[in-house]
């Protein structure tokens, strides 16, 4: 299945994503607007298709083609056999074979072998024009990329984020990183903890590039000349994210509980995932049911809607038990932008924006040191608006999205014309 138009010509860069489009990876649908405006031409080909009912505006301005590769592949077994049949007639197919035999010897998953069926499909519907591919995430893209890369002979690169950093094994993360193993030409990613870890797996450190997503400022209003509450006045919370262990949204309610009973506040939560129906059960369990409000995912116009009208913006992040971390979330730059008060936790890349006591707080992810950081900013609101302040400076100086781009643009652009 395909969307948009591919014109006369196609383009010469292939885009591997997990799926197109998602509301929680805007990160992404804002890289590639970037990309498109500097000049790169290329065509996405996705793992999944899309499950969100709501589109950001961002996806809305992309013009790029979108490929659905089988998502499984039993739903397409002609599609599927036809393309490993042309693909086996492909110079490097024994060998992405090779590869993928061994890499199934450690991972005898049907997921191992849904990622070769949907390289073979990749490798023989990709147009000739292509010169190299780009993909998403180090775990299931970079593993489609890299398969179908090798069959046909071109280069690849990826950016990695979080998850498929910290959940990937080691033995994987070399391979996908060592030219020995027809490992990625370069690959990105978006923070510093994670670039140290990766460049010490790597065969050279040099392969592996930091570069921040940074924040397209002109896609957002200016920030709002803020009537700050007073202490004791009401307090209305707000945090954005899935709800997923990492996130640490069970430690907030957890906090929140401990709050005093005379207390007013008010916390909505905007985002979508699989432990929504626990953690309302826990907020009821605990007695502050009446004061959440669950959104649901929302497109980006509401959620910087929803910070605008809040006093406090709240990401309680912590490591999951399967080692799953965030890495440097966007969403808290996005709430910096409209100069909301932040507290979070010093998790993973998180202190590389927000120093704590300067941009905002950072506390401990339990209930007890979430609930004291929420007393401090809500007993302290010029502190709060000062950190607000900072963190809306740090933004527009640092973290700004051009020379990411400019970057990953050049090292594209120099795998392309190396192919």
Known sequence: MTTGSTGPSRPPLAVVVKGWPRLSETFIAQELVALEAAGHQFEIWSLRHPTDVKRHPLHEKLTAAVHYLPEYLYQEPDRVWAARDQAKTMPGYQTAY??????????????????????????????GAVLGLYAHFLHT???????????????????????????????????????ESHGATFGATCTGFGAKHLQDMADRSDRVDLIYHGLDLSRFPSPPQRKWRAPGDPLHLMSVGRLVEKKGFDRLIGALALLPKSMDWHWTHIGGGDMRDLLQGIAEDVGVADRITWR??????????????CDLFVLPSRIARDGDRDGLPNVLMEAASQRLPILSTAVSAIPEFIESGTHGLLSEDTPEALAEAILTLSRNPEQAARMAEAALGRLRSDFGMDPGIARLSERLTLMMQNA
Request: net charge positive; proline share 7%; with cysteine.
């Open 98 to 127: 090779r590869i993928w035999r061994e890499d199934l010897r450690r991972d005898p998953t049907r997921n191992r072998i849904r990622r070769f069926g949907q390289a073979c499909v990749l490798a023989a519907e990709m147009p």
């Open 141 to 179: 893209p970079s593993s489609v990329a890299r398969y179908a890369a090798i069959m046909r002979g071109l280069p690849w690169s990826f950016s990695a984020h979080a998850k498929d950093i910290w959940t990937s094994p080691d033995w994987e993360l070399r391979e996908k990183l060592a030219a």
């Open 296 to 309: 649901g995912a929302c497109d980006q116009p509401e959620v910087i809607a929803a910070m605008r009208a």
